[in-house]
């Protein structure tokens, strides 16, 4: 039977124990955030920066990750420089890849330009897996209204499947002011012909307002369908359809109901990327290390 001292022994250095045993364990893992944010280069392209000096800022400014687009890559690529070392450079500034906004056909209603479409889509795809960017903005360049949704969907699959293969994962995109996919019923209507787990639509602020697709609709996605929302705002001046991109402002400065939107995005669980995209000249007239600390401040207004 233990002693009454023994006992009293005990409980004294129990505390000197635990105290012994915090020393040596891991440091607890930080709370992850729903979301993360992004810098999509255009926001900063009117001041002519080279990737190195971009992924500078965002990483200065506390940004997660970056959106470049792939004429900057190619650009950056046939200065003689390397795939592995921008990889390098973003990865010791703390800078993820999220996503690249690149323009294949790969919608085309005509079969030739569809085929041109994929095989470029393939090549970029090739390029972004080797700097470990796992997703690329998939739009419908080279599509003509009116266009058979259900075969948008069958393609949208095909290119859902090269995605799986090379392990760059396609972001189905639609533009407010562009005649045969301007609206989220119909990228909507795409992903779900796709019939496929891996669909995913990219939507931003400006094109679901200049597109009358409004914001009700977003509620109709789950956090599943979403891995990245582009983040700006539109002036409240200027009529919806005359509204152009380089009218874009930043998020909380136009006429989006942006508290209403953050609070729908933030009811889907899961994490979301925020990428301000701008391409406002006001902005590139701008020193861009202040452009990109206020787009960052303004979005986590809201986030």
């Known amino acids: 039977m233990t002693s009454r001292r023994q006992l009293l022994k005990t409980l004294a250095l129990a505390p000197i124990a635990a105290t012994a045993a915090s020393v040596h364990a891991s440091p607890a893992p930080k709370a992850s955030s729903q979301f993360k944010f992004s810098l999509n280069t255009s926001t900063i392209r009117g001041q002519k920066l080279s990737l190195p000096q971009i992924i500078e800022l965002a990483a200065k400014a506390g940004y997660d990750g970056f959106e470049p687009w792939m004429m900057e890559i190619e650009a950056y690529l046939k ?7 921008l990889k390098k450079l973003a990865s010791d500034a703390g800078l993820e890849f999220f996503n690249c906004i690149g323009f294949p056909t790969w919608m085309a209603q005509d079969e030739e330009k569809s085929k041109t479409g994929f095989a470029q889509m393939e090549k970029e795809m090739g390029i972004l897996a080797e700097l470990g960017c796992t997703r690329v903005a998939a739009p419908a360049i080279g599509t003509e209204a009116p266009l058979d949704l259900l075969k948008a969907g069958e393609r949208y699959k095909k290119l859902l499947e090269l995605g799986r293969k090379t392990g760059v994962m396609p972001q189905l995109e639609f533009w407010g002011a562009f005649p045969s996919f301007f609206h989220l019923g119909q990228a909507m209507a795409v992903a779900a012909a796709a019939d496929d787990k891996d669909a995913k639509i990219l939507a931003d602020v400006y094109h679901l307002f200049r597109g009358g697709s409004g914001f009700e609709g977003m509620k109709m996605l789950d956090g599943h369908a979403i891995d990245i929302f582009h983040m700006n705002d539109f002036p409240r001046e200027i009529p919806r359809t005359e509204q152009q991109d380089k009218d874009r402002v930043m998020p909380g ?28 000249p006001s902005y590139y007239a701008m020193d861009a290390a202040v452009v990109v600390k206020e787009g960052l401040e303004k979005m986590k207004r809201f986030f």
């Open 79 to 85: 200065e003689g420089n390397t795939i592995s070392s």
């Open 253 to 280: 400065d136009g006429g989006a109901p942006m508290k209403e939107l953050a609070d729908t995005l933030k009811s889907k669980g899961g994490q979301i990327i925020l990428s301000l995209e701008l391409f406002n």
